[in-house]
């Protein structure tokens, strides 16, 4: 729709309330405010929410692979064939065997429940999140840091100063452990804890526990509290020993050459197996949390967008009033040949103006929060000692956020069109204003 220009000055002279008519322009105000706050704020959720469930993803992908391949029968043969195979098929980066299992990490301090994981070496070294924790620049920053707010608790910690090094893992007593779990434990480099075995061994003494005295040889720290505080990664060999899986393996750990792409492997992968084995992906595998997280996105976008609707039809009360204010011009501009199209976008105009006003500046603030709410949330916790984000309960050690043009221009689209509806009825009531009875009036 074309504006004149007379079309434009008689709209934003008419924005510009007199001192008689400043209510009105108070509640032109308080629209355009509330459509920027709802716009800025669902901009702000959204993008958190898109965040949280990518990072996740990605952090669980990076460290145990885009796909895991397992078996309903119980543990795979230890069978390079097995692995040729899986290789072989296009599109397949790397296969790694792992031995997996859970048990009861006990320190001088601490007692917790862990999964211990069995890896080859060259494999663990391959990676990222957990190599790039151990390189000394990032090792030092990470180590230097103040105490965050929404660290455990439940111990007296000391700070990691050395995270010790993947090489030594080499030595079959040494293990590796997330930060948070060193915390909790209370060890350092070459700290000494013991592994306790959930299964009983019949022993000439009777049926025990296996219990094995293991010294730490690297603390890492991959950003994602469950690896952070449950993980513990040993030789792959020594790990077979402690489940007693012999020439067996929990699973096998795919990574994808395209990592956007590794769903289409899926059922590659099991067809390749002939189905004696089946490929299964981390989504999959958490299907309960992530269906949670996007039933949670949905319905904060539907409050959040109720909330843009309310602000966007307070326009109709503001331009209602200010219709009945302008009568008596109204009723000038028809009689000096002002047609009733030329009335219309007088006032659509004016309250596209405010909606396209409140529109910008909720994209603004929306996209200014977002590239700065790590920050934020890190002066808010320091300033007032509370905790706004405990990774304990979201799993991330940082809060994060991922911006989508697509959504930023869906929620902008849809607060203009609500603002343009909301001036609709006004619009039309202006011009089916009597011009004599607006000069009676005036």
Not at 101 to 122: H, N
Not at 206 to 234: C, H, P, T
Not at 265 to 286: G, K, T
Not at 415 to 434: G, I, N, S
Request: glycine residues 8%.
């Amino acid at each position: 729709m074309a504006f004149s220009a007379a079309e434009r000055l008689i709209s934003l002279r008419y924005l510009r309330a007199r001192r008689e008519e400043g209510f009105i322009s108070i509640i032109a105000w308080f629209s355009l405010v509330g459509i920027a706050l709802g716009v800025g704020t669902l901009i702000v959720v959204m993008a958190v929410m898109n965040g949280f469930r990518i990072e996740l993803l990605n952090q669980i992908t990076a460290v145990s692979g885009h796909l895991g391949v397992t078996s309903t029968r119980g543990p795979l043969p230890e069978d390079d064939a097995l692995l040729d195979k899986v290789r072989r098929i296009p599109g397949v980066a790397s296969v790694n065997p792992v031995v997996e299992g859970q048990a009861v990490v006990v320190s001088r301090d601490g007692v917790r429940g862990v999964l211990v994981r069995g890896i080859p070496l060259d494999d663990l070294k391959a990676r990222a999140p957990i190599a790039r924790s151990l390189t000394p620049a990032v090792a030092s920053r990470q180590g230097g840091r103040a105490r965050d707010v929404c660290a455990p608790r439940e111990s007296a910690t000391t700070a990691i100063t050395d995270r010790g090094s993947l090489d030594s893992l080499a030595d079959q007593n040494t293990v590796a452990i997330g930060v948070r779990l060193a915390e909790l434990l209370n060890v350092q480099i070459g700290g000494e804890i013991s592994l306790i075995s959930p299964r009983a061994t019949d022993t000439p003494l009777g049926r025990l526990q296996k219990k094995w005295d293991l010294r730490v040889g690297a603390i890492f720290e991959v950003g994602m509290f469950d690896y952070d505080s449950n993980f513990i990664y040993m030789p792959f060999d020594r790990a077979q020993d402690f489940f007693d899986m012999q020439r067996r393996v929990s699973l096998l750990e795919v990574f994808a050459s395209d990592p956007g792409d590794y769903l289409r492997l899926e059922p590659q992968i099991s067809e390749a197996l002939e189905w004696r084995a089946y490929a299964f992906d981390w989504v999959e595998a958490n299907a309960g949390f992530f269906n949670t997280v996007r039933v949670q996105t949905n319905v904060m976008f539907l409050v959040l967008t109720l909330i843009i609707l309310v602000a966007a039809f307070n326009i109709v009360s503001s331009l209602m009033m200010l219709v009945r204010t302008k009568g008596p011009d109204i009723a000038i501009l028809r009689t000096v040949g002002a047609s009733r199209g030329q009335i219309l976008r007088i006032f659509l105009a004016d309250g596209m103006g405010i909606g396209i006003a409140g529109v910008g500046l909720g994209v603004v603030l929306g996209l200014l929060f977002v590239r700065n709410i790590e920050a934020l949330r890190q002066w808010l916790q320091s300033t007032f000692g509370v905790c706004l984000f405990d990774p304990q309960l979201y799993l991330l050690s940082e809060l994060p956020a991922r911006i989508s043009a697509g959504e930023v221009a869906v929620i902008a689209g849809m607060a203009l069109v609500f603002a343009f509806v909301a001036t609709l009825y006004p619009a039309w009531t202006a011009t089916r204003l009597d011009p004599v009875e607006g000069l009676r009036r005036g």
